[in-house]
Nanobody
Framework: QVQLVESGGGLVQPGGSLRLSCTTSGFTFSEYAMMWVRQAPGKGLEWVSAINIGGGSTDYADSVKGRFTISRDDAKNTLYLQMNSLKPEDTAVYYC??????????????????WGQGTQVTVSS
């Protein structure tokens, strides 16, 4: 079955950096666009970024544009999110999932099982 395992989160000071990873199995990773979403405490899911098949096209929410970079390694079946210049408002649980930027309006309709277990990112001094 599809498995998505996010990792790389942690506690970081404002202005710091983290690199998240999403290790996948159970499907042909290279045949899917992929995305990152996040959920801040007490809020709904927020779409963060997406990358197309092959990695030639990426998209970002305005809130992270210029600070975050999504990438993929099809040989390792792994999705990444490099997060720089982190802000306290980036504090959230980050999830990865299948789908491209066109899925962004619909992430709130997807079941909890669609995502991995998530990785906590806390930005605080």
């Amino acid at each position: 079955q599809v498995q998505l395992v996010e990792s790389g989160g942690g506690l970081v000071q404002p202005g710091g950096s983290l690199r998240l990873s999403c290790t996948t199995s159970g499907f042909t990773f290279s045949e899917y666009a992929m995305m990152w979403v996040r959920q801040a405490p007490g809020k709904g899911l927020e779409w963060v970024s997406a990358i197309n098949i092959g990695g030639g096209s990426t998209d970002y929410a305005d809130s992270v544009k210029g600070r975050f970079t999504i990438s993929r390694d099809d040989a390792k079946n792994t999705l990444y999110l490099q997060m720089n210049s982190l802000k306290p408002e980036d504090t959230a649980v980050y999830y990865c999932g299948k789908g491209g930027v066109n899925w962004a309006p619909f992430i709130g309709t997807l079941p909890r099982s669609y995502w991995g277990q998530g990785t906590q990112v806390t930005v605080s001094s």
